[in-house]
């Protein structure tokens, strides 16, 4: 049987968050020019696919999330014109460009739900769910995922509409056909227009349990956390595998899903080489992962225990998506390691490889291949995120004192990925001339590109060689992983192998010495090709000393 091209196999994605990537005309946003000015830069990264975050029409309750015009710009990004011109330049370089694809729900300022809210007979009404309250009742006791009640009051007709994420953001309901029918349309208006793949947002929730029952409420809460009501319930194969039939009428379209709530056991279906809904998914169960505090070690036997989970799930058949940061997560540095101007450099490395070498296509967040880190602005007032705002109000009405509550975003808020890239040491990172939507991290005049890519050892450089020897030998691609030192409190070591191929990944994930006992002579037999210490210790035959963040890559 001829094989589809399975290219996604071997990208190397680089995911942008466009608003605080590079601004192209000093409004402090950035935009698709910028993207485009800075392609070149991408290409000499060595990546070979970017994965754009939302830049559609939308009011921005969400950063695009929620979008009222899906074949329509953002003014705030450009034009149309601007991203054909994207696509080709990308293109021109050996580029492909995945967009993001919103659709378990649109804004409430999308013509389709305007028109929905009309009448209770508007020919759109039923492409969204629409229930009768209970006299003041909401229609059922489902909480939503940003917080409140699911369910939104509109006088208009004196029902509720269903919203699992803001109020801002009603769901949309894939029962209809019509509903079904026209993304479909919008996908391939997508794809005749030269994309090359789509990262689905937020797809396991798409499918909500028959008659949406209320949740049995013990405890008496006023709404009840509703994930197993809409997440990867039962019944939304018939969906997504529709979805996929529809994707698949295109040849090499690259899938990516966000899909939260999907076990391993379920992802085997989900990403099935042959029946699955798309090529990959991003788990989210790295992140019960976390440090205990600055002065411990992060839990590396348990983040060893859920990574190798995955990547056993997928030994024969099918795919991992491979990230350590996205724009709704804290920095990586930050989060597991030590972010430091002492072990700085040394982490950043240390994780990069830790990832980047198992098996599954690896997706890069912008500023993560320069190490950057989360940020401390003391005043609540120069945070953007809505989740991060709505925090801050909620626990100062429970009593918590500002200080405490800061200390919380700043170890957890998604503003902490979405500070502006750190270009250079201009005013602003050369992120922007005028002022910036979301201020610049101060730390932008030790950690920018233009310094890294004067400096051999920056982190910078040691993703362009990591890239480079990823795409230099299959079997980084196809070769199988096993787990090595299960136990290591500190040490995350693996093989790759593919027919007598084989290479080793050591890394200290703590910021102390290590000691790592090796089993068997194949190791230190082994040439090592990428490392972020100048030589190896090997204190005797069988003992490696690694220091602090030590990390290196060996082949045989
Ligand atoms: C996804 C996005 C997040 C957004 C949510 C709602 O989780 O990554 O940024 O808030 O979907 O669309
Ligand atoms: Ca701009």
Not at 57 to 70: A, C, E, R, T, W
Request: aromatic share 14%; glycine share 6%.
């Amino acid at each position: 049987m001829q094989k589809k091209s399975q290219w996604w196999k071997e990208a190397i994605v680089y995911q942008i968050y466009i608003q605080s990537f590079q601004d192209s005309n000093n409004d402090g946003i950035g935009d698709i020019k910028g993207i485009q000015f800075r392609l070149d830069y991408l290409k000499d990264l060595g990546i070979n696919t970017i994965w754009i975050c939302p830049f559609y029409k939308s009011p921005m309750h969400d950063n695009g999330y929620d979008i009222s015009d899906y074949q329509d710009i953002n003014e705030l990004f450009g034009s149309m014109v601007d991203f054909d011109e994207l696509l080709k330049e990308a293109h021109l370089r050996g580029i492909k460009v995945i967009v993001d694809l919103v659709i378990n729900h649109t804004s409430n300022e999308h013509p389709w739900f305007i028109e929905s809210r009309k009448e209770n007979n508007s020919p759109k009404r039923d492409w969204y769910i629409w229930r009768k309250g209970d006299k003041n009742n909401k229609p059922n006791n489902w909480e939503s995922i940003f917080g409140g009640s699911v369910w939104k009051y509109d006088h208009n007709t004196d029902e509720y509409y269903l919203h699992i994420f803001s109020s801002k953001q009603p769901d949309l309901n894939w029962e209809n056909k019509d509903v079904r029918n026209a993304l479909y349309e919008i996908i391939n208006w997508w794809i005749d227009k030269g994309v090359d793949g789509f990262r689905i947002d937020a797809i396991s929730h798409i499918k909500k349990v028959e008659g949406l029952p209320n949740l049995p409420n013990p405890n008496n809460f006023k709404y009840v956390p509703s994930y197993k009501m809409h997440m990867n319930v039962s019944g939304i194969d018939k969906f997504l595998l529709e979805l996929k039939a529809n994707i698949n009428k295109h040849p090499n379209i690259m899938t990516v899903g966000e899909a939260n709530g999907v076990t391993v056991k379920d992802a085997v279906t989900w990403v099935h080489d042959d029946d699955g809904y798309m090529n990959m998914i991003f788990q989210f169960e790295q992140y019960e992962i976390k440090p205990k505090d600055s002065n411990e070690w992060m839990d590396v036997v348990g983040f060893k225990k859920i990574l190798t989970k995955w990547q056993n799930a997928f030994e024969n058949n099918g795919w991992n998506a491979l990230y350590i940061e996205n724009h709704d997560k804290p920095r990586s540095i930050s989060l597991w390691g030590v972010d430091d101007v002492k072990f700085h450099q040394k982490c950043g490395k240390a994780f990069a490889l830790m990832y980047f070498m198992m098996k599954g296509t690896p997706f890069i967040y912008q500023g993560q291949e320069i190490g950057m880190t989360n940020v401390r602005f003391d005043n609540i007032n120069d945070y953007k995120d809505v989740a991060a705002l709505n925090l801050y109000k909620f626990k100062l009405q429970e009593g918590n004192t500002k200080e405490s509550i800061l200390r919380e975003i700043w170890d957890n808020g998604r503003d902490n990925a979405r500070t502006p890239m750190q270009w250079s040491t201009e005013p602003n990172a050369g992120f922007t001339k005028g002022i910036p939507w979301l201020k610049v991290n101060p730390n932008y005049k030790f950690i920018n590109v233009e310094d890294q890519l004067q400096d051999k050892d920056s982190i910078l450089n040691f993703y362009k060689k990591l890239i480079k020897i990823r795409k230099s030998d299959d079997l980084f691609i196809h070769g199988s992983f096993k787990l090595l030192a299960k136990n290591h409190k500190q040490v995350f070591a693996y093989s790759r192998k593919l027919g007598n191929k084989k290479a080793y990944i050591i890394v200290n994930m703590t910021k102390d010495v290590a000691i790592y006992y090796v089993k068997g002579k194949e190791i230190l037999g082994s040439d090592i090709i990428l490392s972020n210490y100048d030589n190896l210790i090997i204190a005797n035959s069988n003992k490696i000393k690694l220091r602090p963040f030590e990390a290196m890559l060996l082949k045989n």
